[in-house]
């Protein structure tokens, strides 16, 4: 039976990326040798590393920008920290959108003195504030484009004259942004790119080079740029993977084609979770993600019965994250739309027999 898969990390995968991954594990690039058993040294993989950052780099309309793309370990949960201990001298300012955002800021307090600038814990994360202020006396200012768990994304960036960092881990590469608007983005794979174990960090290097402390070799982007993410053995199965996935996104058209195909995911599904009665969304209307749909059950609406609609019609990964709770259908770009069609089905079935 067909699968659709709503999971929110890690994530769906374009059906021929993972055909594509799975063949080079036997037999890559026809050296009779596995990607996962050569050195990453050699010519074949040092080709994939160079064109998995150029690829990232031309998606985000970023090449000849003065930026840098490089592939790191550790998750995004490493770049918590690495941002602040590159970058954070004095100050910075966080914007509290959420579980990930919280984690960002409380590993950045170690390296000095950290501002929240605006939160919507206060209503259990379900908006994104707006109409703060960003002081210009900061080293730069953080936020989180989608919230993951939550459901909220951010539609309008503030307006700053500090660098910007921004944790793009559950959007990257979903829709159209002016990407020369950021200093650094960083994205965990496991979403919207690759398999778990690396990163993308893509930097505007004018912002390096300005804090006081000795920082670790391993945790120093200057070193991983110089070294073209070869300081160390890369994670060669995920980084290649994460290559397949760009040149798939690249062959469809890029972000404008993917971000048009979600458009018509996102509506199609909001437009379900609005119109049906067992079912309420989550998110505030104007902040809703187009990555991931958070919902809950109306009152007195049989969970038990909706959850066998939905396990039978093949659909996974529906549970809501436990912060939450009801439901979360994650439709990153490699969901095709019959999945969302498919789900949008079974709501109405369950309505129609309850
Ligand atoms: C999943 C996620 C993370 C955590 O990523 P790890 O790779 O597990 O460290 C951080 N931020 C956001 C927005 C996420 O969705």
């Known amino acids: ?203 505007k290097e004018e912002i390096l080079g300005k804090v006081s402390r000795a920082i670790p070799s391993m945790l120093d982007y200057k070193v991983h740029i110089e070294k073209e993410s070869m300081f160390n053995t890369p994670p060669v199965f995920a980084v290649y993977t994460s290559l397949l996935t760009l040149k798939w996104l690249k062959n469809l058209g890029g972000i404008a084609a993917i971000e048009h195909i979600n458009e018509q995911k996102a509506t199609a599904l909001y437009e379900e979770v609005d119109r049906n009665p067992l079912f309420i969304g989550f998110a505030n209307k104007e902040d809703r993600s187009k990555m991931n749909v958070t919902f809950n059950l109306s009152e007195g609406a049989d969970k038990e019965r909706f959850d066998l609609l939905w396990k039978e019609a093949g659909i996974s990964g529906l549970n809501g994250h436990r912060s939450v709770g009801g439901y979360r259908a994650s439709i990153y770009n490699a969901l095709p739309l019959e999945s969302v069609e498919v789900l949008v089905e079974v709501m109405k079935t369950f309505e129609s027999k309850s």
């Open 1 to 203: 039976m067909k699968k659709h898969n709503f999971s929110a990390g890690p994530s769906i995968l374009p059906q021929e990326v993972v055909k594509k991954a799975a063949e080079a594990v036997i037999n890559f690039n026809d050296l009779g040798l596995s990607l996962i058993e050569i050195s990453h040294r050699s010519k074949d993989f040092v080709a994939v590393m160079d064109e998995a950052c150029a690829l990232a780099l031309e998606l985000l309309g970023l090449e000849n920008k003065g930026y840098k793309a490089i592939f790191l370990q550790g998750g995004a949960s490493t770049q918590f920290l690495m941002a602040a201990y590159n970058l954070l001298e004095r100050k910075a300012g966080y914007l509290n959108t959420g579980t990930w955002s919280s984690k960002a800021l409380k590993e950045a307090k170690l390296f000095g003195e950290v501002l929240e600038l605006a939160s919507s814990k206060d209503q259990n994360f379900n908006y994104i504030p707006k109409n703060f202020d960003i002081p210009t006396n900061i080293d730069y200012f953080h936020c989180t484009s989608n919230n993951t768990i939550f459901g909220t994304q951010i539609h309008q960036f503030p307006k700053t004259s500090v660098p910007v960092v921004c944790d793009m881990s559950s959007d990257i590469f979903s829709r159209q942004l002016d990407f020369s608007k950021f200093d650094l983005i960083y994205a965990g794979a496991q979403k919207n790119m690759g398999p778990a174990g690396t990163t993308l960090v893509v930097i």
